[in-house]
């Protein structure tokens, strides 16, 4: 959805080989996110990379499945898992999402058109506190194409409460840049309220924690959407730091949060100077073993993390594409004069 016309099939298709030859997961928006319409209807981005990592036989996350088709490719990843597959989905539990002004997924040709939605409904810019109308978001596109927005998304009202029921859909919350309404990076102390951005930033396992009981999901199905399978899927890959993490465990690396699950909710909105408020009901968190969270509090200078990486390889696996080389692999060898002509299986007539 943020590249939609700045990559080829091929280049993707090599992209994913690129990381096939490590091992690697391809994590991704799919190119038609989220387009409601043909010929670039939702689905036919993920089959674009779905059919990519099957022949390939590598990892793949399809990141924010949180739109129109998500049913459709949620049954692929389903059934591709079945055949042994290591592939699955992330989707964030908010009915608005976020992008920047020069996302392909936002342009008129996909937001008015394909979707028909309308700017000054859809469209709002947490800096301005404000919906924005087509002609100025046309301005910033132009002007600052890199410039945070929040864009609503209807359905997902109805769908939102179906998304926390799905085996192997995994909870996602980006961690974006902690600026403020001006666009200013805030010191690491800034109170919670001159954020302006997503609130995903600040309240998602929260809203997944409360939407889920709201609508009577079992609370181990849950945790597992937060913690278990985004551990799993990752681990299966061969990152050993994510095969010790993500369940409790005798013998796994101590990263616990406690939470109230009766009453854990978020306060983070889209209104601004809530955009970044912290969540009720998680009030220990550690990491490592180490309290970094407590009483609510989150605490200074205490930084027990762990890098969690694949270790670094002296040689790399990487391998230049050429026309040459294809031409090599995929196409016969012909010289008429030497040429060897199997006639065995012909008969004489």
Do not use: C
């Not at 369940?247 to 978020?266: H, K, L, S």
């Not at 955009?275 to 200078?301: E, F, H, W």
């Amino acid at each position: 959805g943020y590249a939609q016309l700045g990559i080829t099939t091929y280049e993707m298709f090599e992209a994913q080989r690129a990381a096939a030859r490590y091992g690697r997961l391809t994590s991704v928006h799919h190119r038609f996110h989220p387009s409601a319409a043909t010929p670039t209807e939702a689905p036919t981005g993920v089959n674009e990379i779905l059919v990519n990592a099957m022949t390939l036989k590598a990892p793949l996350q399809i990141h924010h499945d949180n739109d129109y088709g998500w049913w459709e490719n949620e049954e692929k990843l389903a059934l591709a898992r079945e055949q042994g597959y290591n592939v699955w989905a992330t989707y964030y539990p908010w009915i608005a999402g976020s992008g920047n002004y020069g996302a392909s997924v936002v342009a008129p040709e996909t937001w008015e058109k394909a979707m028909g939605y309308k700017y000054e409904e859809t469209i709002f810019d947490p800096q301005l506190d404000k919906f924005v109308t087509r002609e100025e978001f046309l301005e910033f596109k132009e002007s600052d194409p890199g410039r945070t927005l929040i864009a609503y998304s209807p359905p997902r009202i109805e769908w939102l409460p179906e998304w926390t029921k799905v085996e192997h859909f995994v909870v996602a919350g980006d961690g974006m840049p902690g600026l403020d309404s001006k666009g200013k990076l805030l010191a690491w102390d800034a109170p919670y309220k001159d954020y302006a951005g997503h609130p995903r930033t600040a309240g998602t396992h929260a809203v997944a924690l409360r939407v889920a009981r709201e609508n009577g999901v079992p609370l181990m199905h849950t945790i597992s959407q937060l913690s278990y399978w985004p551990a799993k899927h990752i681990g299966d890959t061969g990152l050993k730091a994510l095969q010790v993490r993500g369940r409790m465990q005798e013998g796994m690396v101590a990263d616990i949060a406690i939470f109230d699950p009766e009453n854990v909710t978020e306060n983070a909105t889209y209104k601004s100077g809530e955009n970044g408020l912290a969540s009720t009901g998680i009030p220990y968190v550690l990491v490592n073993g180490t309290i970094v969270v407590k009483d609510s509090k989150v605490l200074k200078d205490v930084n027990p993390g762990q890098a969690i990486r694949f270790p670094a390889e002296k040689k790399g696996r990487f391998v230049p594409v050429s026309g040459k080389s294809w031409l090599k692999t995929y196409t016969i060898k012909t010289n008429p004069e030497t040429l060897d002509i199997d006639d065995s299986t012909i008969k004489p007539q």
